[in-house]
């Protein structure tokens, strides 16, 4: 089993930057690949950026490219997500995610382990 706790969210203005964590706690095995994704209000939740255990490999949704930045430290077993230029839409609930995989493609399509989502509001 793995724990995943999102902390960082809060309330922005169109324009300013953020930056979430996710601490994992667990089986070390269970967070080989990490991601994000987010749930915007009357929305379905949708992928945001990944990340392999190594860092090498990162991807991103069209909608946050250049503007966000995934990253990790696997000594503190937590992976971060850097969100710059942040506009209204980005507003959402933001979860952490992670699968036993070294591909990132588990973690983006289908990862077995969420965290509980951290709030991100961006004002206009």
């Known amino acids: 089993q793995v724990q995943l706790v999102e902390s960082g969210g809060g309330l922005v203005q169109a324009g300013g930057s953020l930056r979430l964590s996710c601490a994992a706690s667990?089986?070390?095995?269970?967070?080989?690949?990490m991601g994000w994704f987010r749930q915007a209000p009357g929305k379905e939740r949708e992928f945001v950026a990944a990340?392999?255990?190594?860092?090498?490999?990162?991807s991103y949704a069209d909608s946050v490219k250049g503007r966000f930045t995934i990253s990790r430290d696997n000594g503190k077993k937590t992976v971060y997500l850097q969100m710059n230029s942040l506009k209204p839409e980005d507003t959402a609930v933001y979860y952490c995610?992670?699968?036993?995989?070294?591909?990132?493609?588990?973690?983006?399509?289908?990862?077995?382990?969420w965290g509980q989502g951290t709030q991100v509001t961006v004002s206009s």
């Open positions: 667990g089986r070390s095995s269970s967070t080989v690949a």
């Open positions: 995610t992670a699968a036993s995989s070294y591909s990132t493609y588990v973690v983006r399509v289908m990862p077995p382990n």
């Open positions: 990340i392999s255990w190594t860092g090498e490999s990162t």
